[in-house]
């Protein structure tokens, strides 16, 4: 990671995990308050009178949702980069007139914020492998047969009044070759973000995931205009009337990054992980939970770490938008 990506991750990327974290813990009370039945069973735990309890976390949301409203006058959101001809759905023309997709192995995931309850009640970490791309988490076994069990545990909760959160963000960053033209490098690929949890116990809790990407025209430059995949790969409230929980999907991942000849842009994806917990605990699969990039529609161990790009010409974008400027003409 260069000097200027850890500028990024002291300075912006902490706001941006604690705007996810803000967002989590919305979903967390939207999922308790729709849940009658477990809002009545909180209560009765934190001994208060059901009305009661739900006019607390509707305060909590309202708290939530002002802080959210804070993170967003930010502008934490970003906006695309690229001209806005790419916002059309032009992929087959695009094809025919570009070049073709090459790939490129992205760098080692690496670990750039992590937050642990550490409080009295709680217990537990998450277990990272980095790889090229992307990150496996382990919580029950690994490699290292003396390293300790760890599941993530919550003690004495009383349901969502009471959850606590373990939050890891990871990222990478590649930079590719020179530009050989001015115009726009193209890039594509997937992002696999799946959690397999088993042995939930928790009285109120959720499983959250989270993507982010980010460019920039040359590898001096600062990375900015970070935009979010939408919906979450992985929202999943606790607790299941199940084990084991197979949760997640792959998330497409494209976008232009203009460039001048000789430049060298360069791509970042920032993923992460929130657990809520409250009153249990949770174990993860080994080995079947965890972040991956790979190319469009191909997730096989050859694919792990690689994306896909190629350089469109300016010339590219100027045929596109007289194309777009005769159809939308109107004749007599």
């Not at 999922?31 to 477990?38: F, I, S």
């Not at 990871?170 to 959690?195: C, I, K």
């Not at 600062?222 to 979450?232: A, I, N, V």
């Amino acid at each position: 990671m260069t000097d200027a990506d850890q500028h990024i991750s002291a300075e912006n990327l902490a706001e941006l995990g604690s705007y996810q974290l803000e967002v989590a813990r919305l979903a967390s009370l939207d999922h308790a308050l729709g849940d009658a039945p477990g809002l009545h069973r909180h209560a009765l735990f934190a001994g208060a009178e059901p009305r009661a309890y739900a006019d607390e976390l509707l305060g909590r949301r309202e708290e939530r949702l002002s802080a959210l409203d804070g993170y967003r006058t930010r502008d934490l959101s970003g906006l695309p980069l690229g001209p806005s001809w790419r916002e059309r759905d032009l992929d087959g023309i695009l094809d025919q007139l570009a070049g073709d997709w090459h790939q490129v192995r992205v760098p080692r995931m690496v670990l750039v914020d992590t937050h642990l309850p550490n409080a009295e009640t709680t217990d537990g970490f998450l277990r990272p492998r980095p790889y090229p791309g992307g990150v496996g988490l382990d919580s029950v076994h690994d490699l290292d047969p003396a390293a300790p069990v760890a599941p993530l545990a919550q003690r004495d909760g009383r349901g969502p009044l009471d959850e606590e959160h373990w939050w890891y963000t990871w990222q990478w960053t590649n930079v590719f070759e020179p530009a050989p033209a001015d115009g726009f490098l193209s890039y594509r690929f997937e992002v696999g973000a799946h959690l397999s949890p088993y042995d939930v116990s928790a009285l109120s809790g959720g499983l959250y995931a989270w993507i982010r990407v980010a460019s920039a025209s040359d590898q001096d430059d600062l990375l900015g205009q970070w935009r979010e995949s939408k919906p979450w790969p992985v929202d999943v409230a606790l607790p299941r009337n199940t084990h084991a929980l197979h949760t997640g999907r792959e998330s497409a991942i494209s976008g232009w990054i203009p460039v001048r000849q000789g430049q060298r842009a360069k791509l970042s994806l920032l993923a992460g992980v929130i657990v809520a917990l409250a009153g249990g605990r949770l174990l993860l699969i080994s080995h079947a939970a965890g972040i991956t990039t790979h190319p469009v529609g191909y997730s096989g161990i050859a694919g792990l770490g690689r994306i896909e790009y190629r350089f469109d010409s300016m010339l590219l974008g100027k045929l596109l938008d007289d194309e777009l400027d005769l159809r939308t003409k109107r004749f007599p």
